[in-house]
């Protein structure tokens, strides 16, 4: 089946923009988390959407937020980027049946300049 | 979820087990242990997970000590595409997507 899907791969913004990341989770997977990946931070969770509805939210400011469809696709949105934002944002899918494992996309390397 | 703690990093020889160890001394009854690696720039990739009971799947075997305060994934035939960042993650079951992501172990497989 196909994996998880994060569109783009690679985007460059710059500071004050805003930007949109996209997530298709697996195929029946109901639950997307975010995460963020930088070099000195390492990998923190940002947030999990579950059936539309955020579930749990990681310690970012208001300028992230995202959301869920109903077709289990979510989107990330960041406002008025700063050089900080600049990360690899990944995307990870489960399925909340039993205790299962997340599957992760490849990423979205955002660049701010 | 339960602190983790792991070497910064470790060198394994191609062909030869990799031992991975992570101490998890806070542990609670009904978290679990998970391992996950990141191979450089991709996203992390699922290897195994266990409870209490030592777990064993075409990647891996993960072997839990019997007080649940530590663990050690093997690798049992290293091979250079191993080389990788290993994250052991405890995390309460029925949380599958919200991963506290350590610092994780640094494991170079050379020839």
């Known amino acids: 089946k196909a994996g998880v899907t994060q569109t783009p791969r690679y985007l460059i913004k710059t500071r004050g923009q805003q930007v949109t990341l996209s997530c298709s989770p697996i195929s029946g997977h109901r639950s997307v988390s975010w995460y963020q990946q930088t070099p000195g931070q390492g990998l923190q969770f940002l947030f999990e959407y579950f059936s539309e509805t955020q579930r749990n939210k990681g310690n970012f400011p208001g300028r992230f937020s995202g959301r869920q469809f109903s077709n289990s696709r979510s989107e990330m949105n960041v406002s008025t980027l700063e050089l900080g934002d600049s990360a690899l944002y990944l995307c990870a899918s489960s399925s909340t049946q039993g205790n299962t494992e997340a599957f992760f996309g490849q990423g979205t390397r955002l660049t701010v300049v | 979820d339960a602190k983790t703690t792991q070497p910064t990093s470790m060198d394994c020889a191609e062909g030869r087990a990799a031992n991975l160890p992570c101490n998890h001394s806070t542990i609670s009854g009904n978290e679990y242990v998970y391992w996950y690696r990141q191979i450089h720039s991709q996203g992390p990739q699922y290897i195994i997970h266990?409870?209490?009971n030592n777990e064993t799947n075409e990647m891996a075997s993960l072997i839990i000590t019997e007080d649940r305060k530590s663990s050690t994934l093997i690798l049992p035939h290293a091979t250079l595409r191993d080389t990788a960042v290993y994250y052991c993650i405890v995390r309460v079951a029925g949380t599958a997507s919200k991963l506290t992501f350590g610092t994780g172990t640094r494991l170079q497989v050379t020839l």
């Open positions: 266990g409870l209490k």
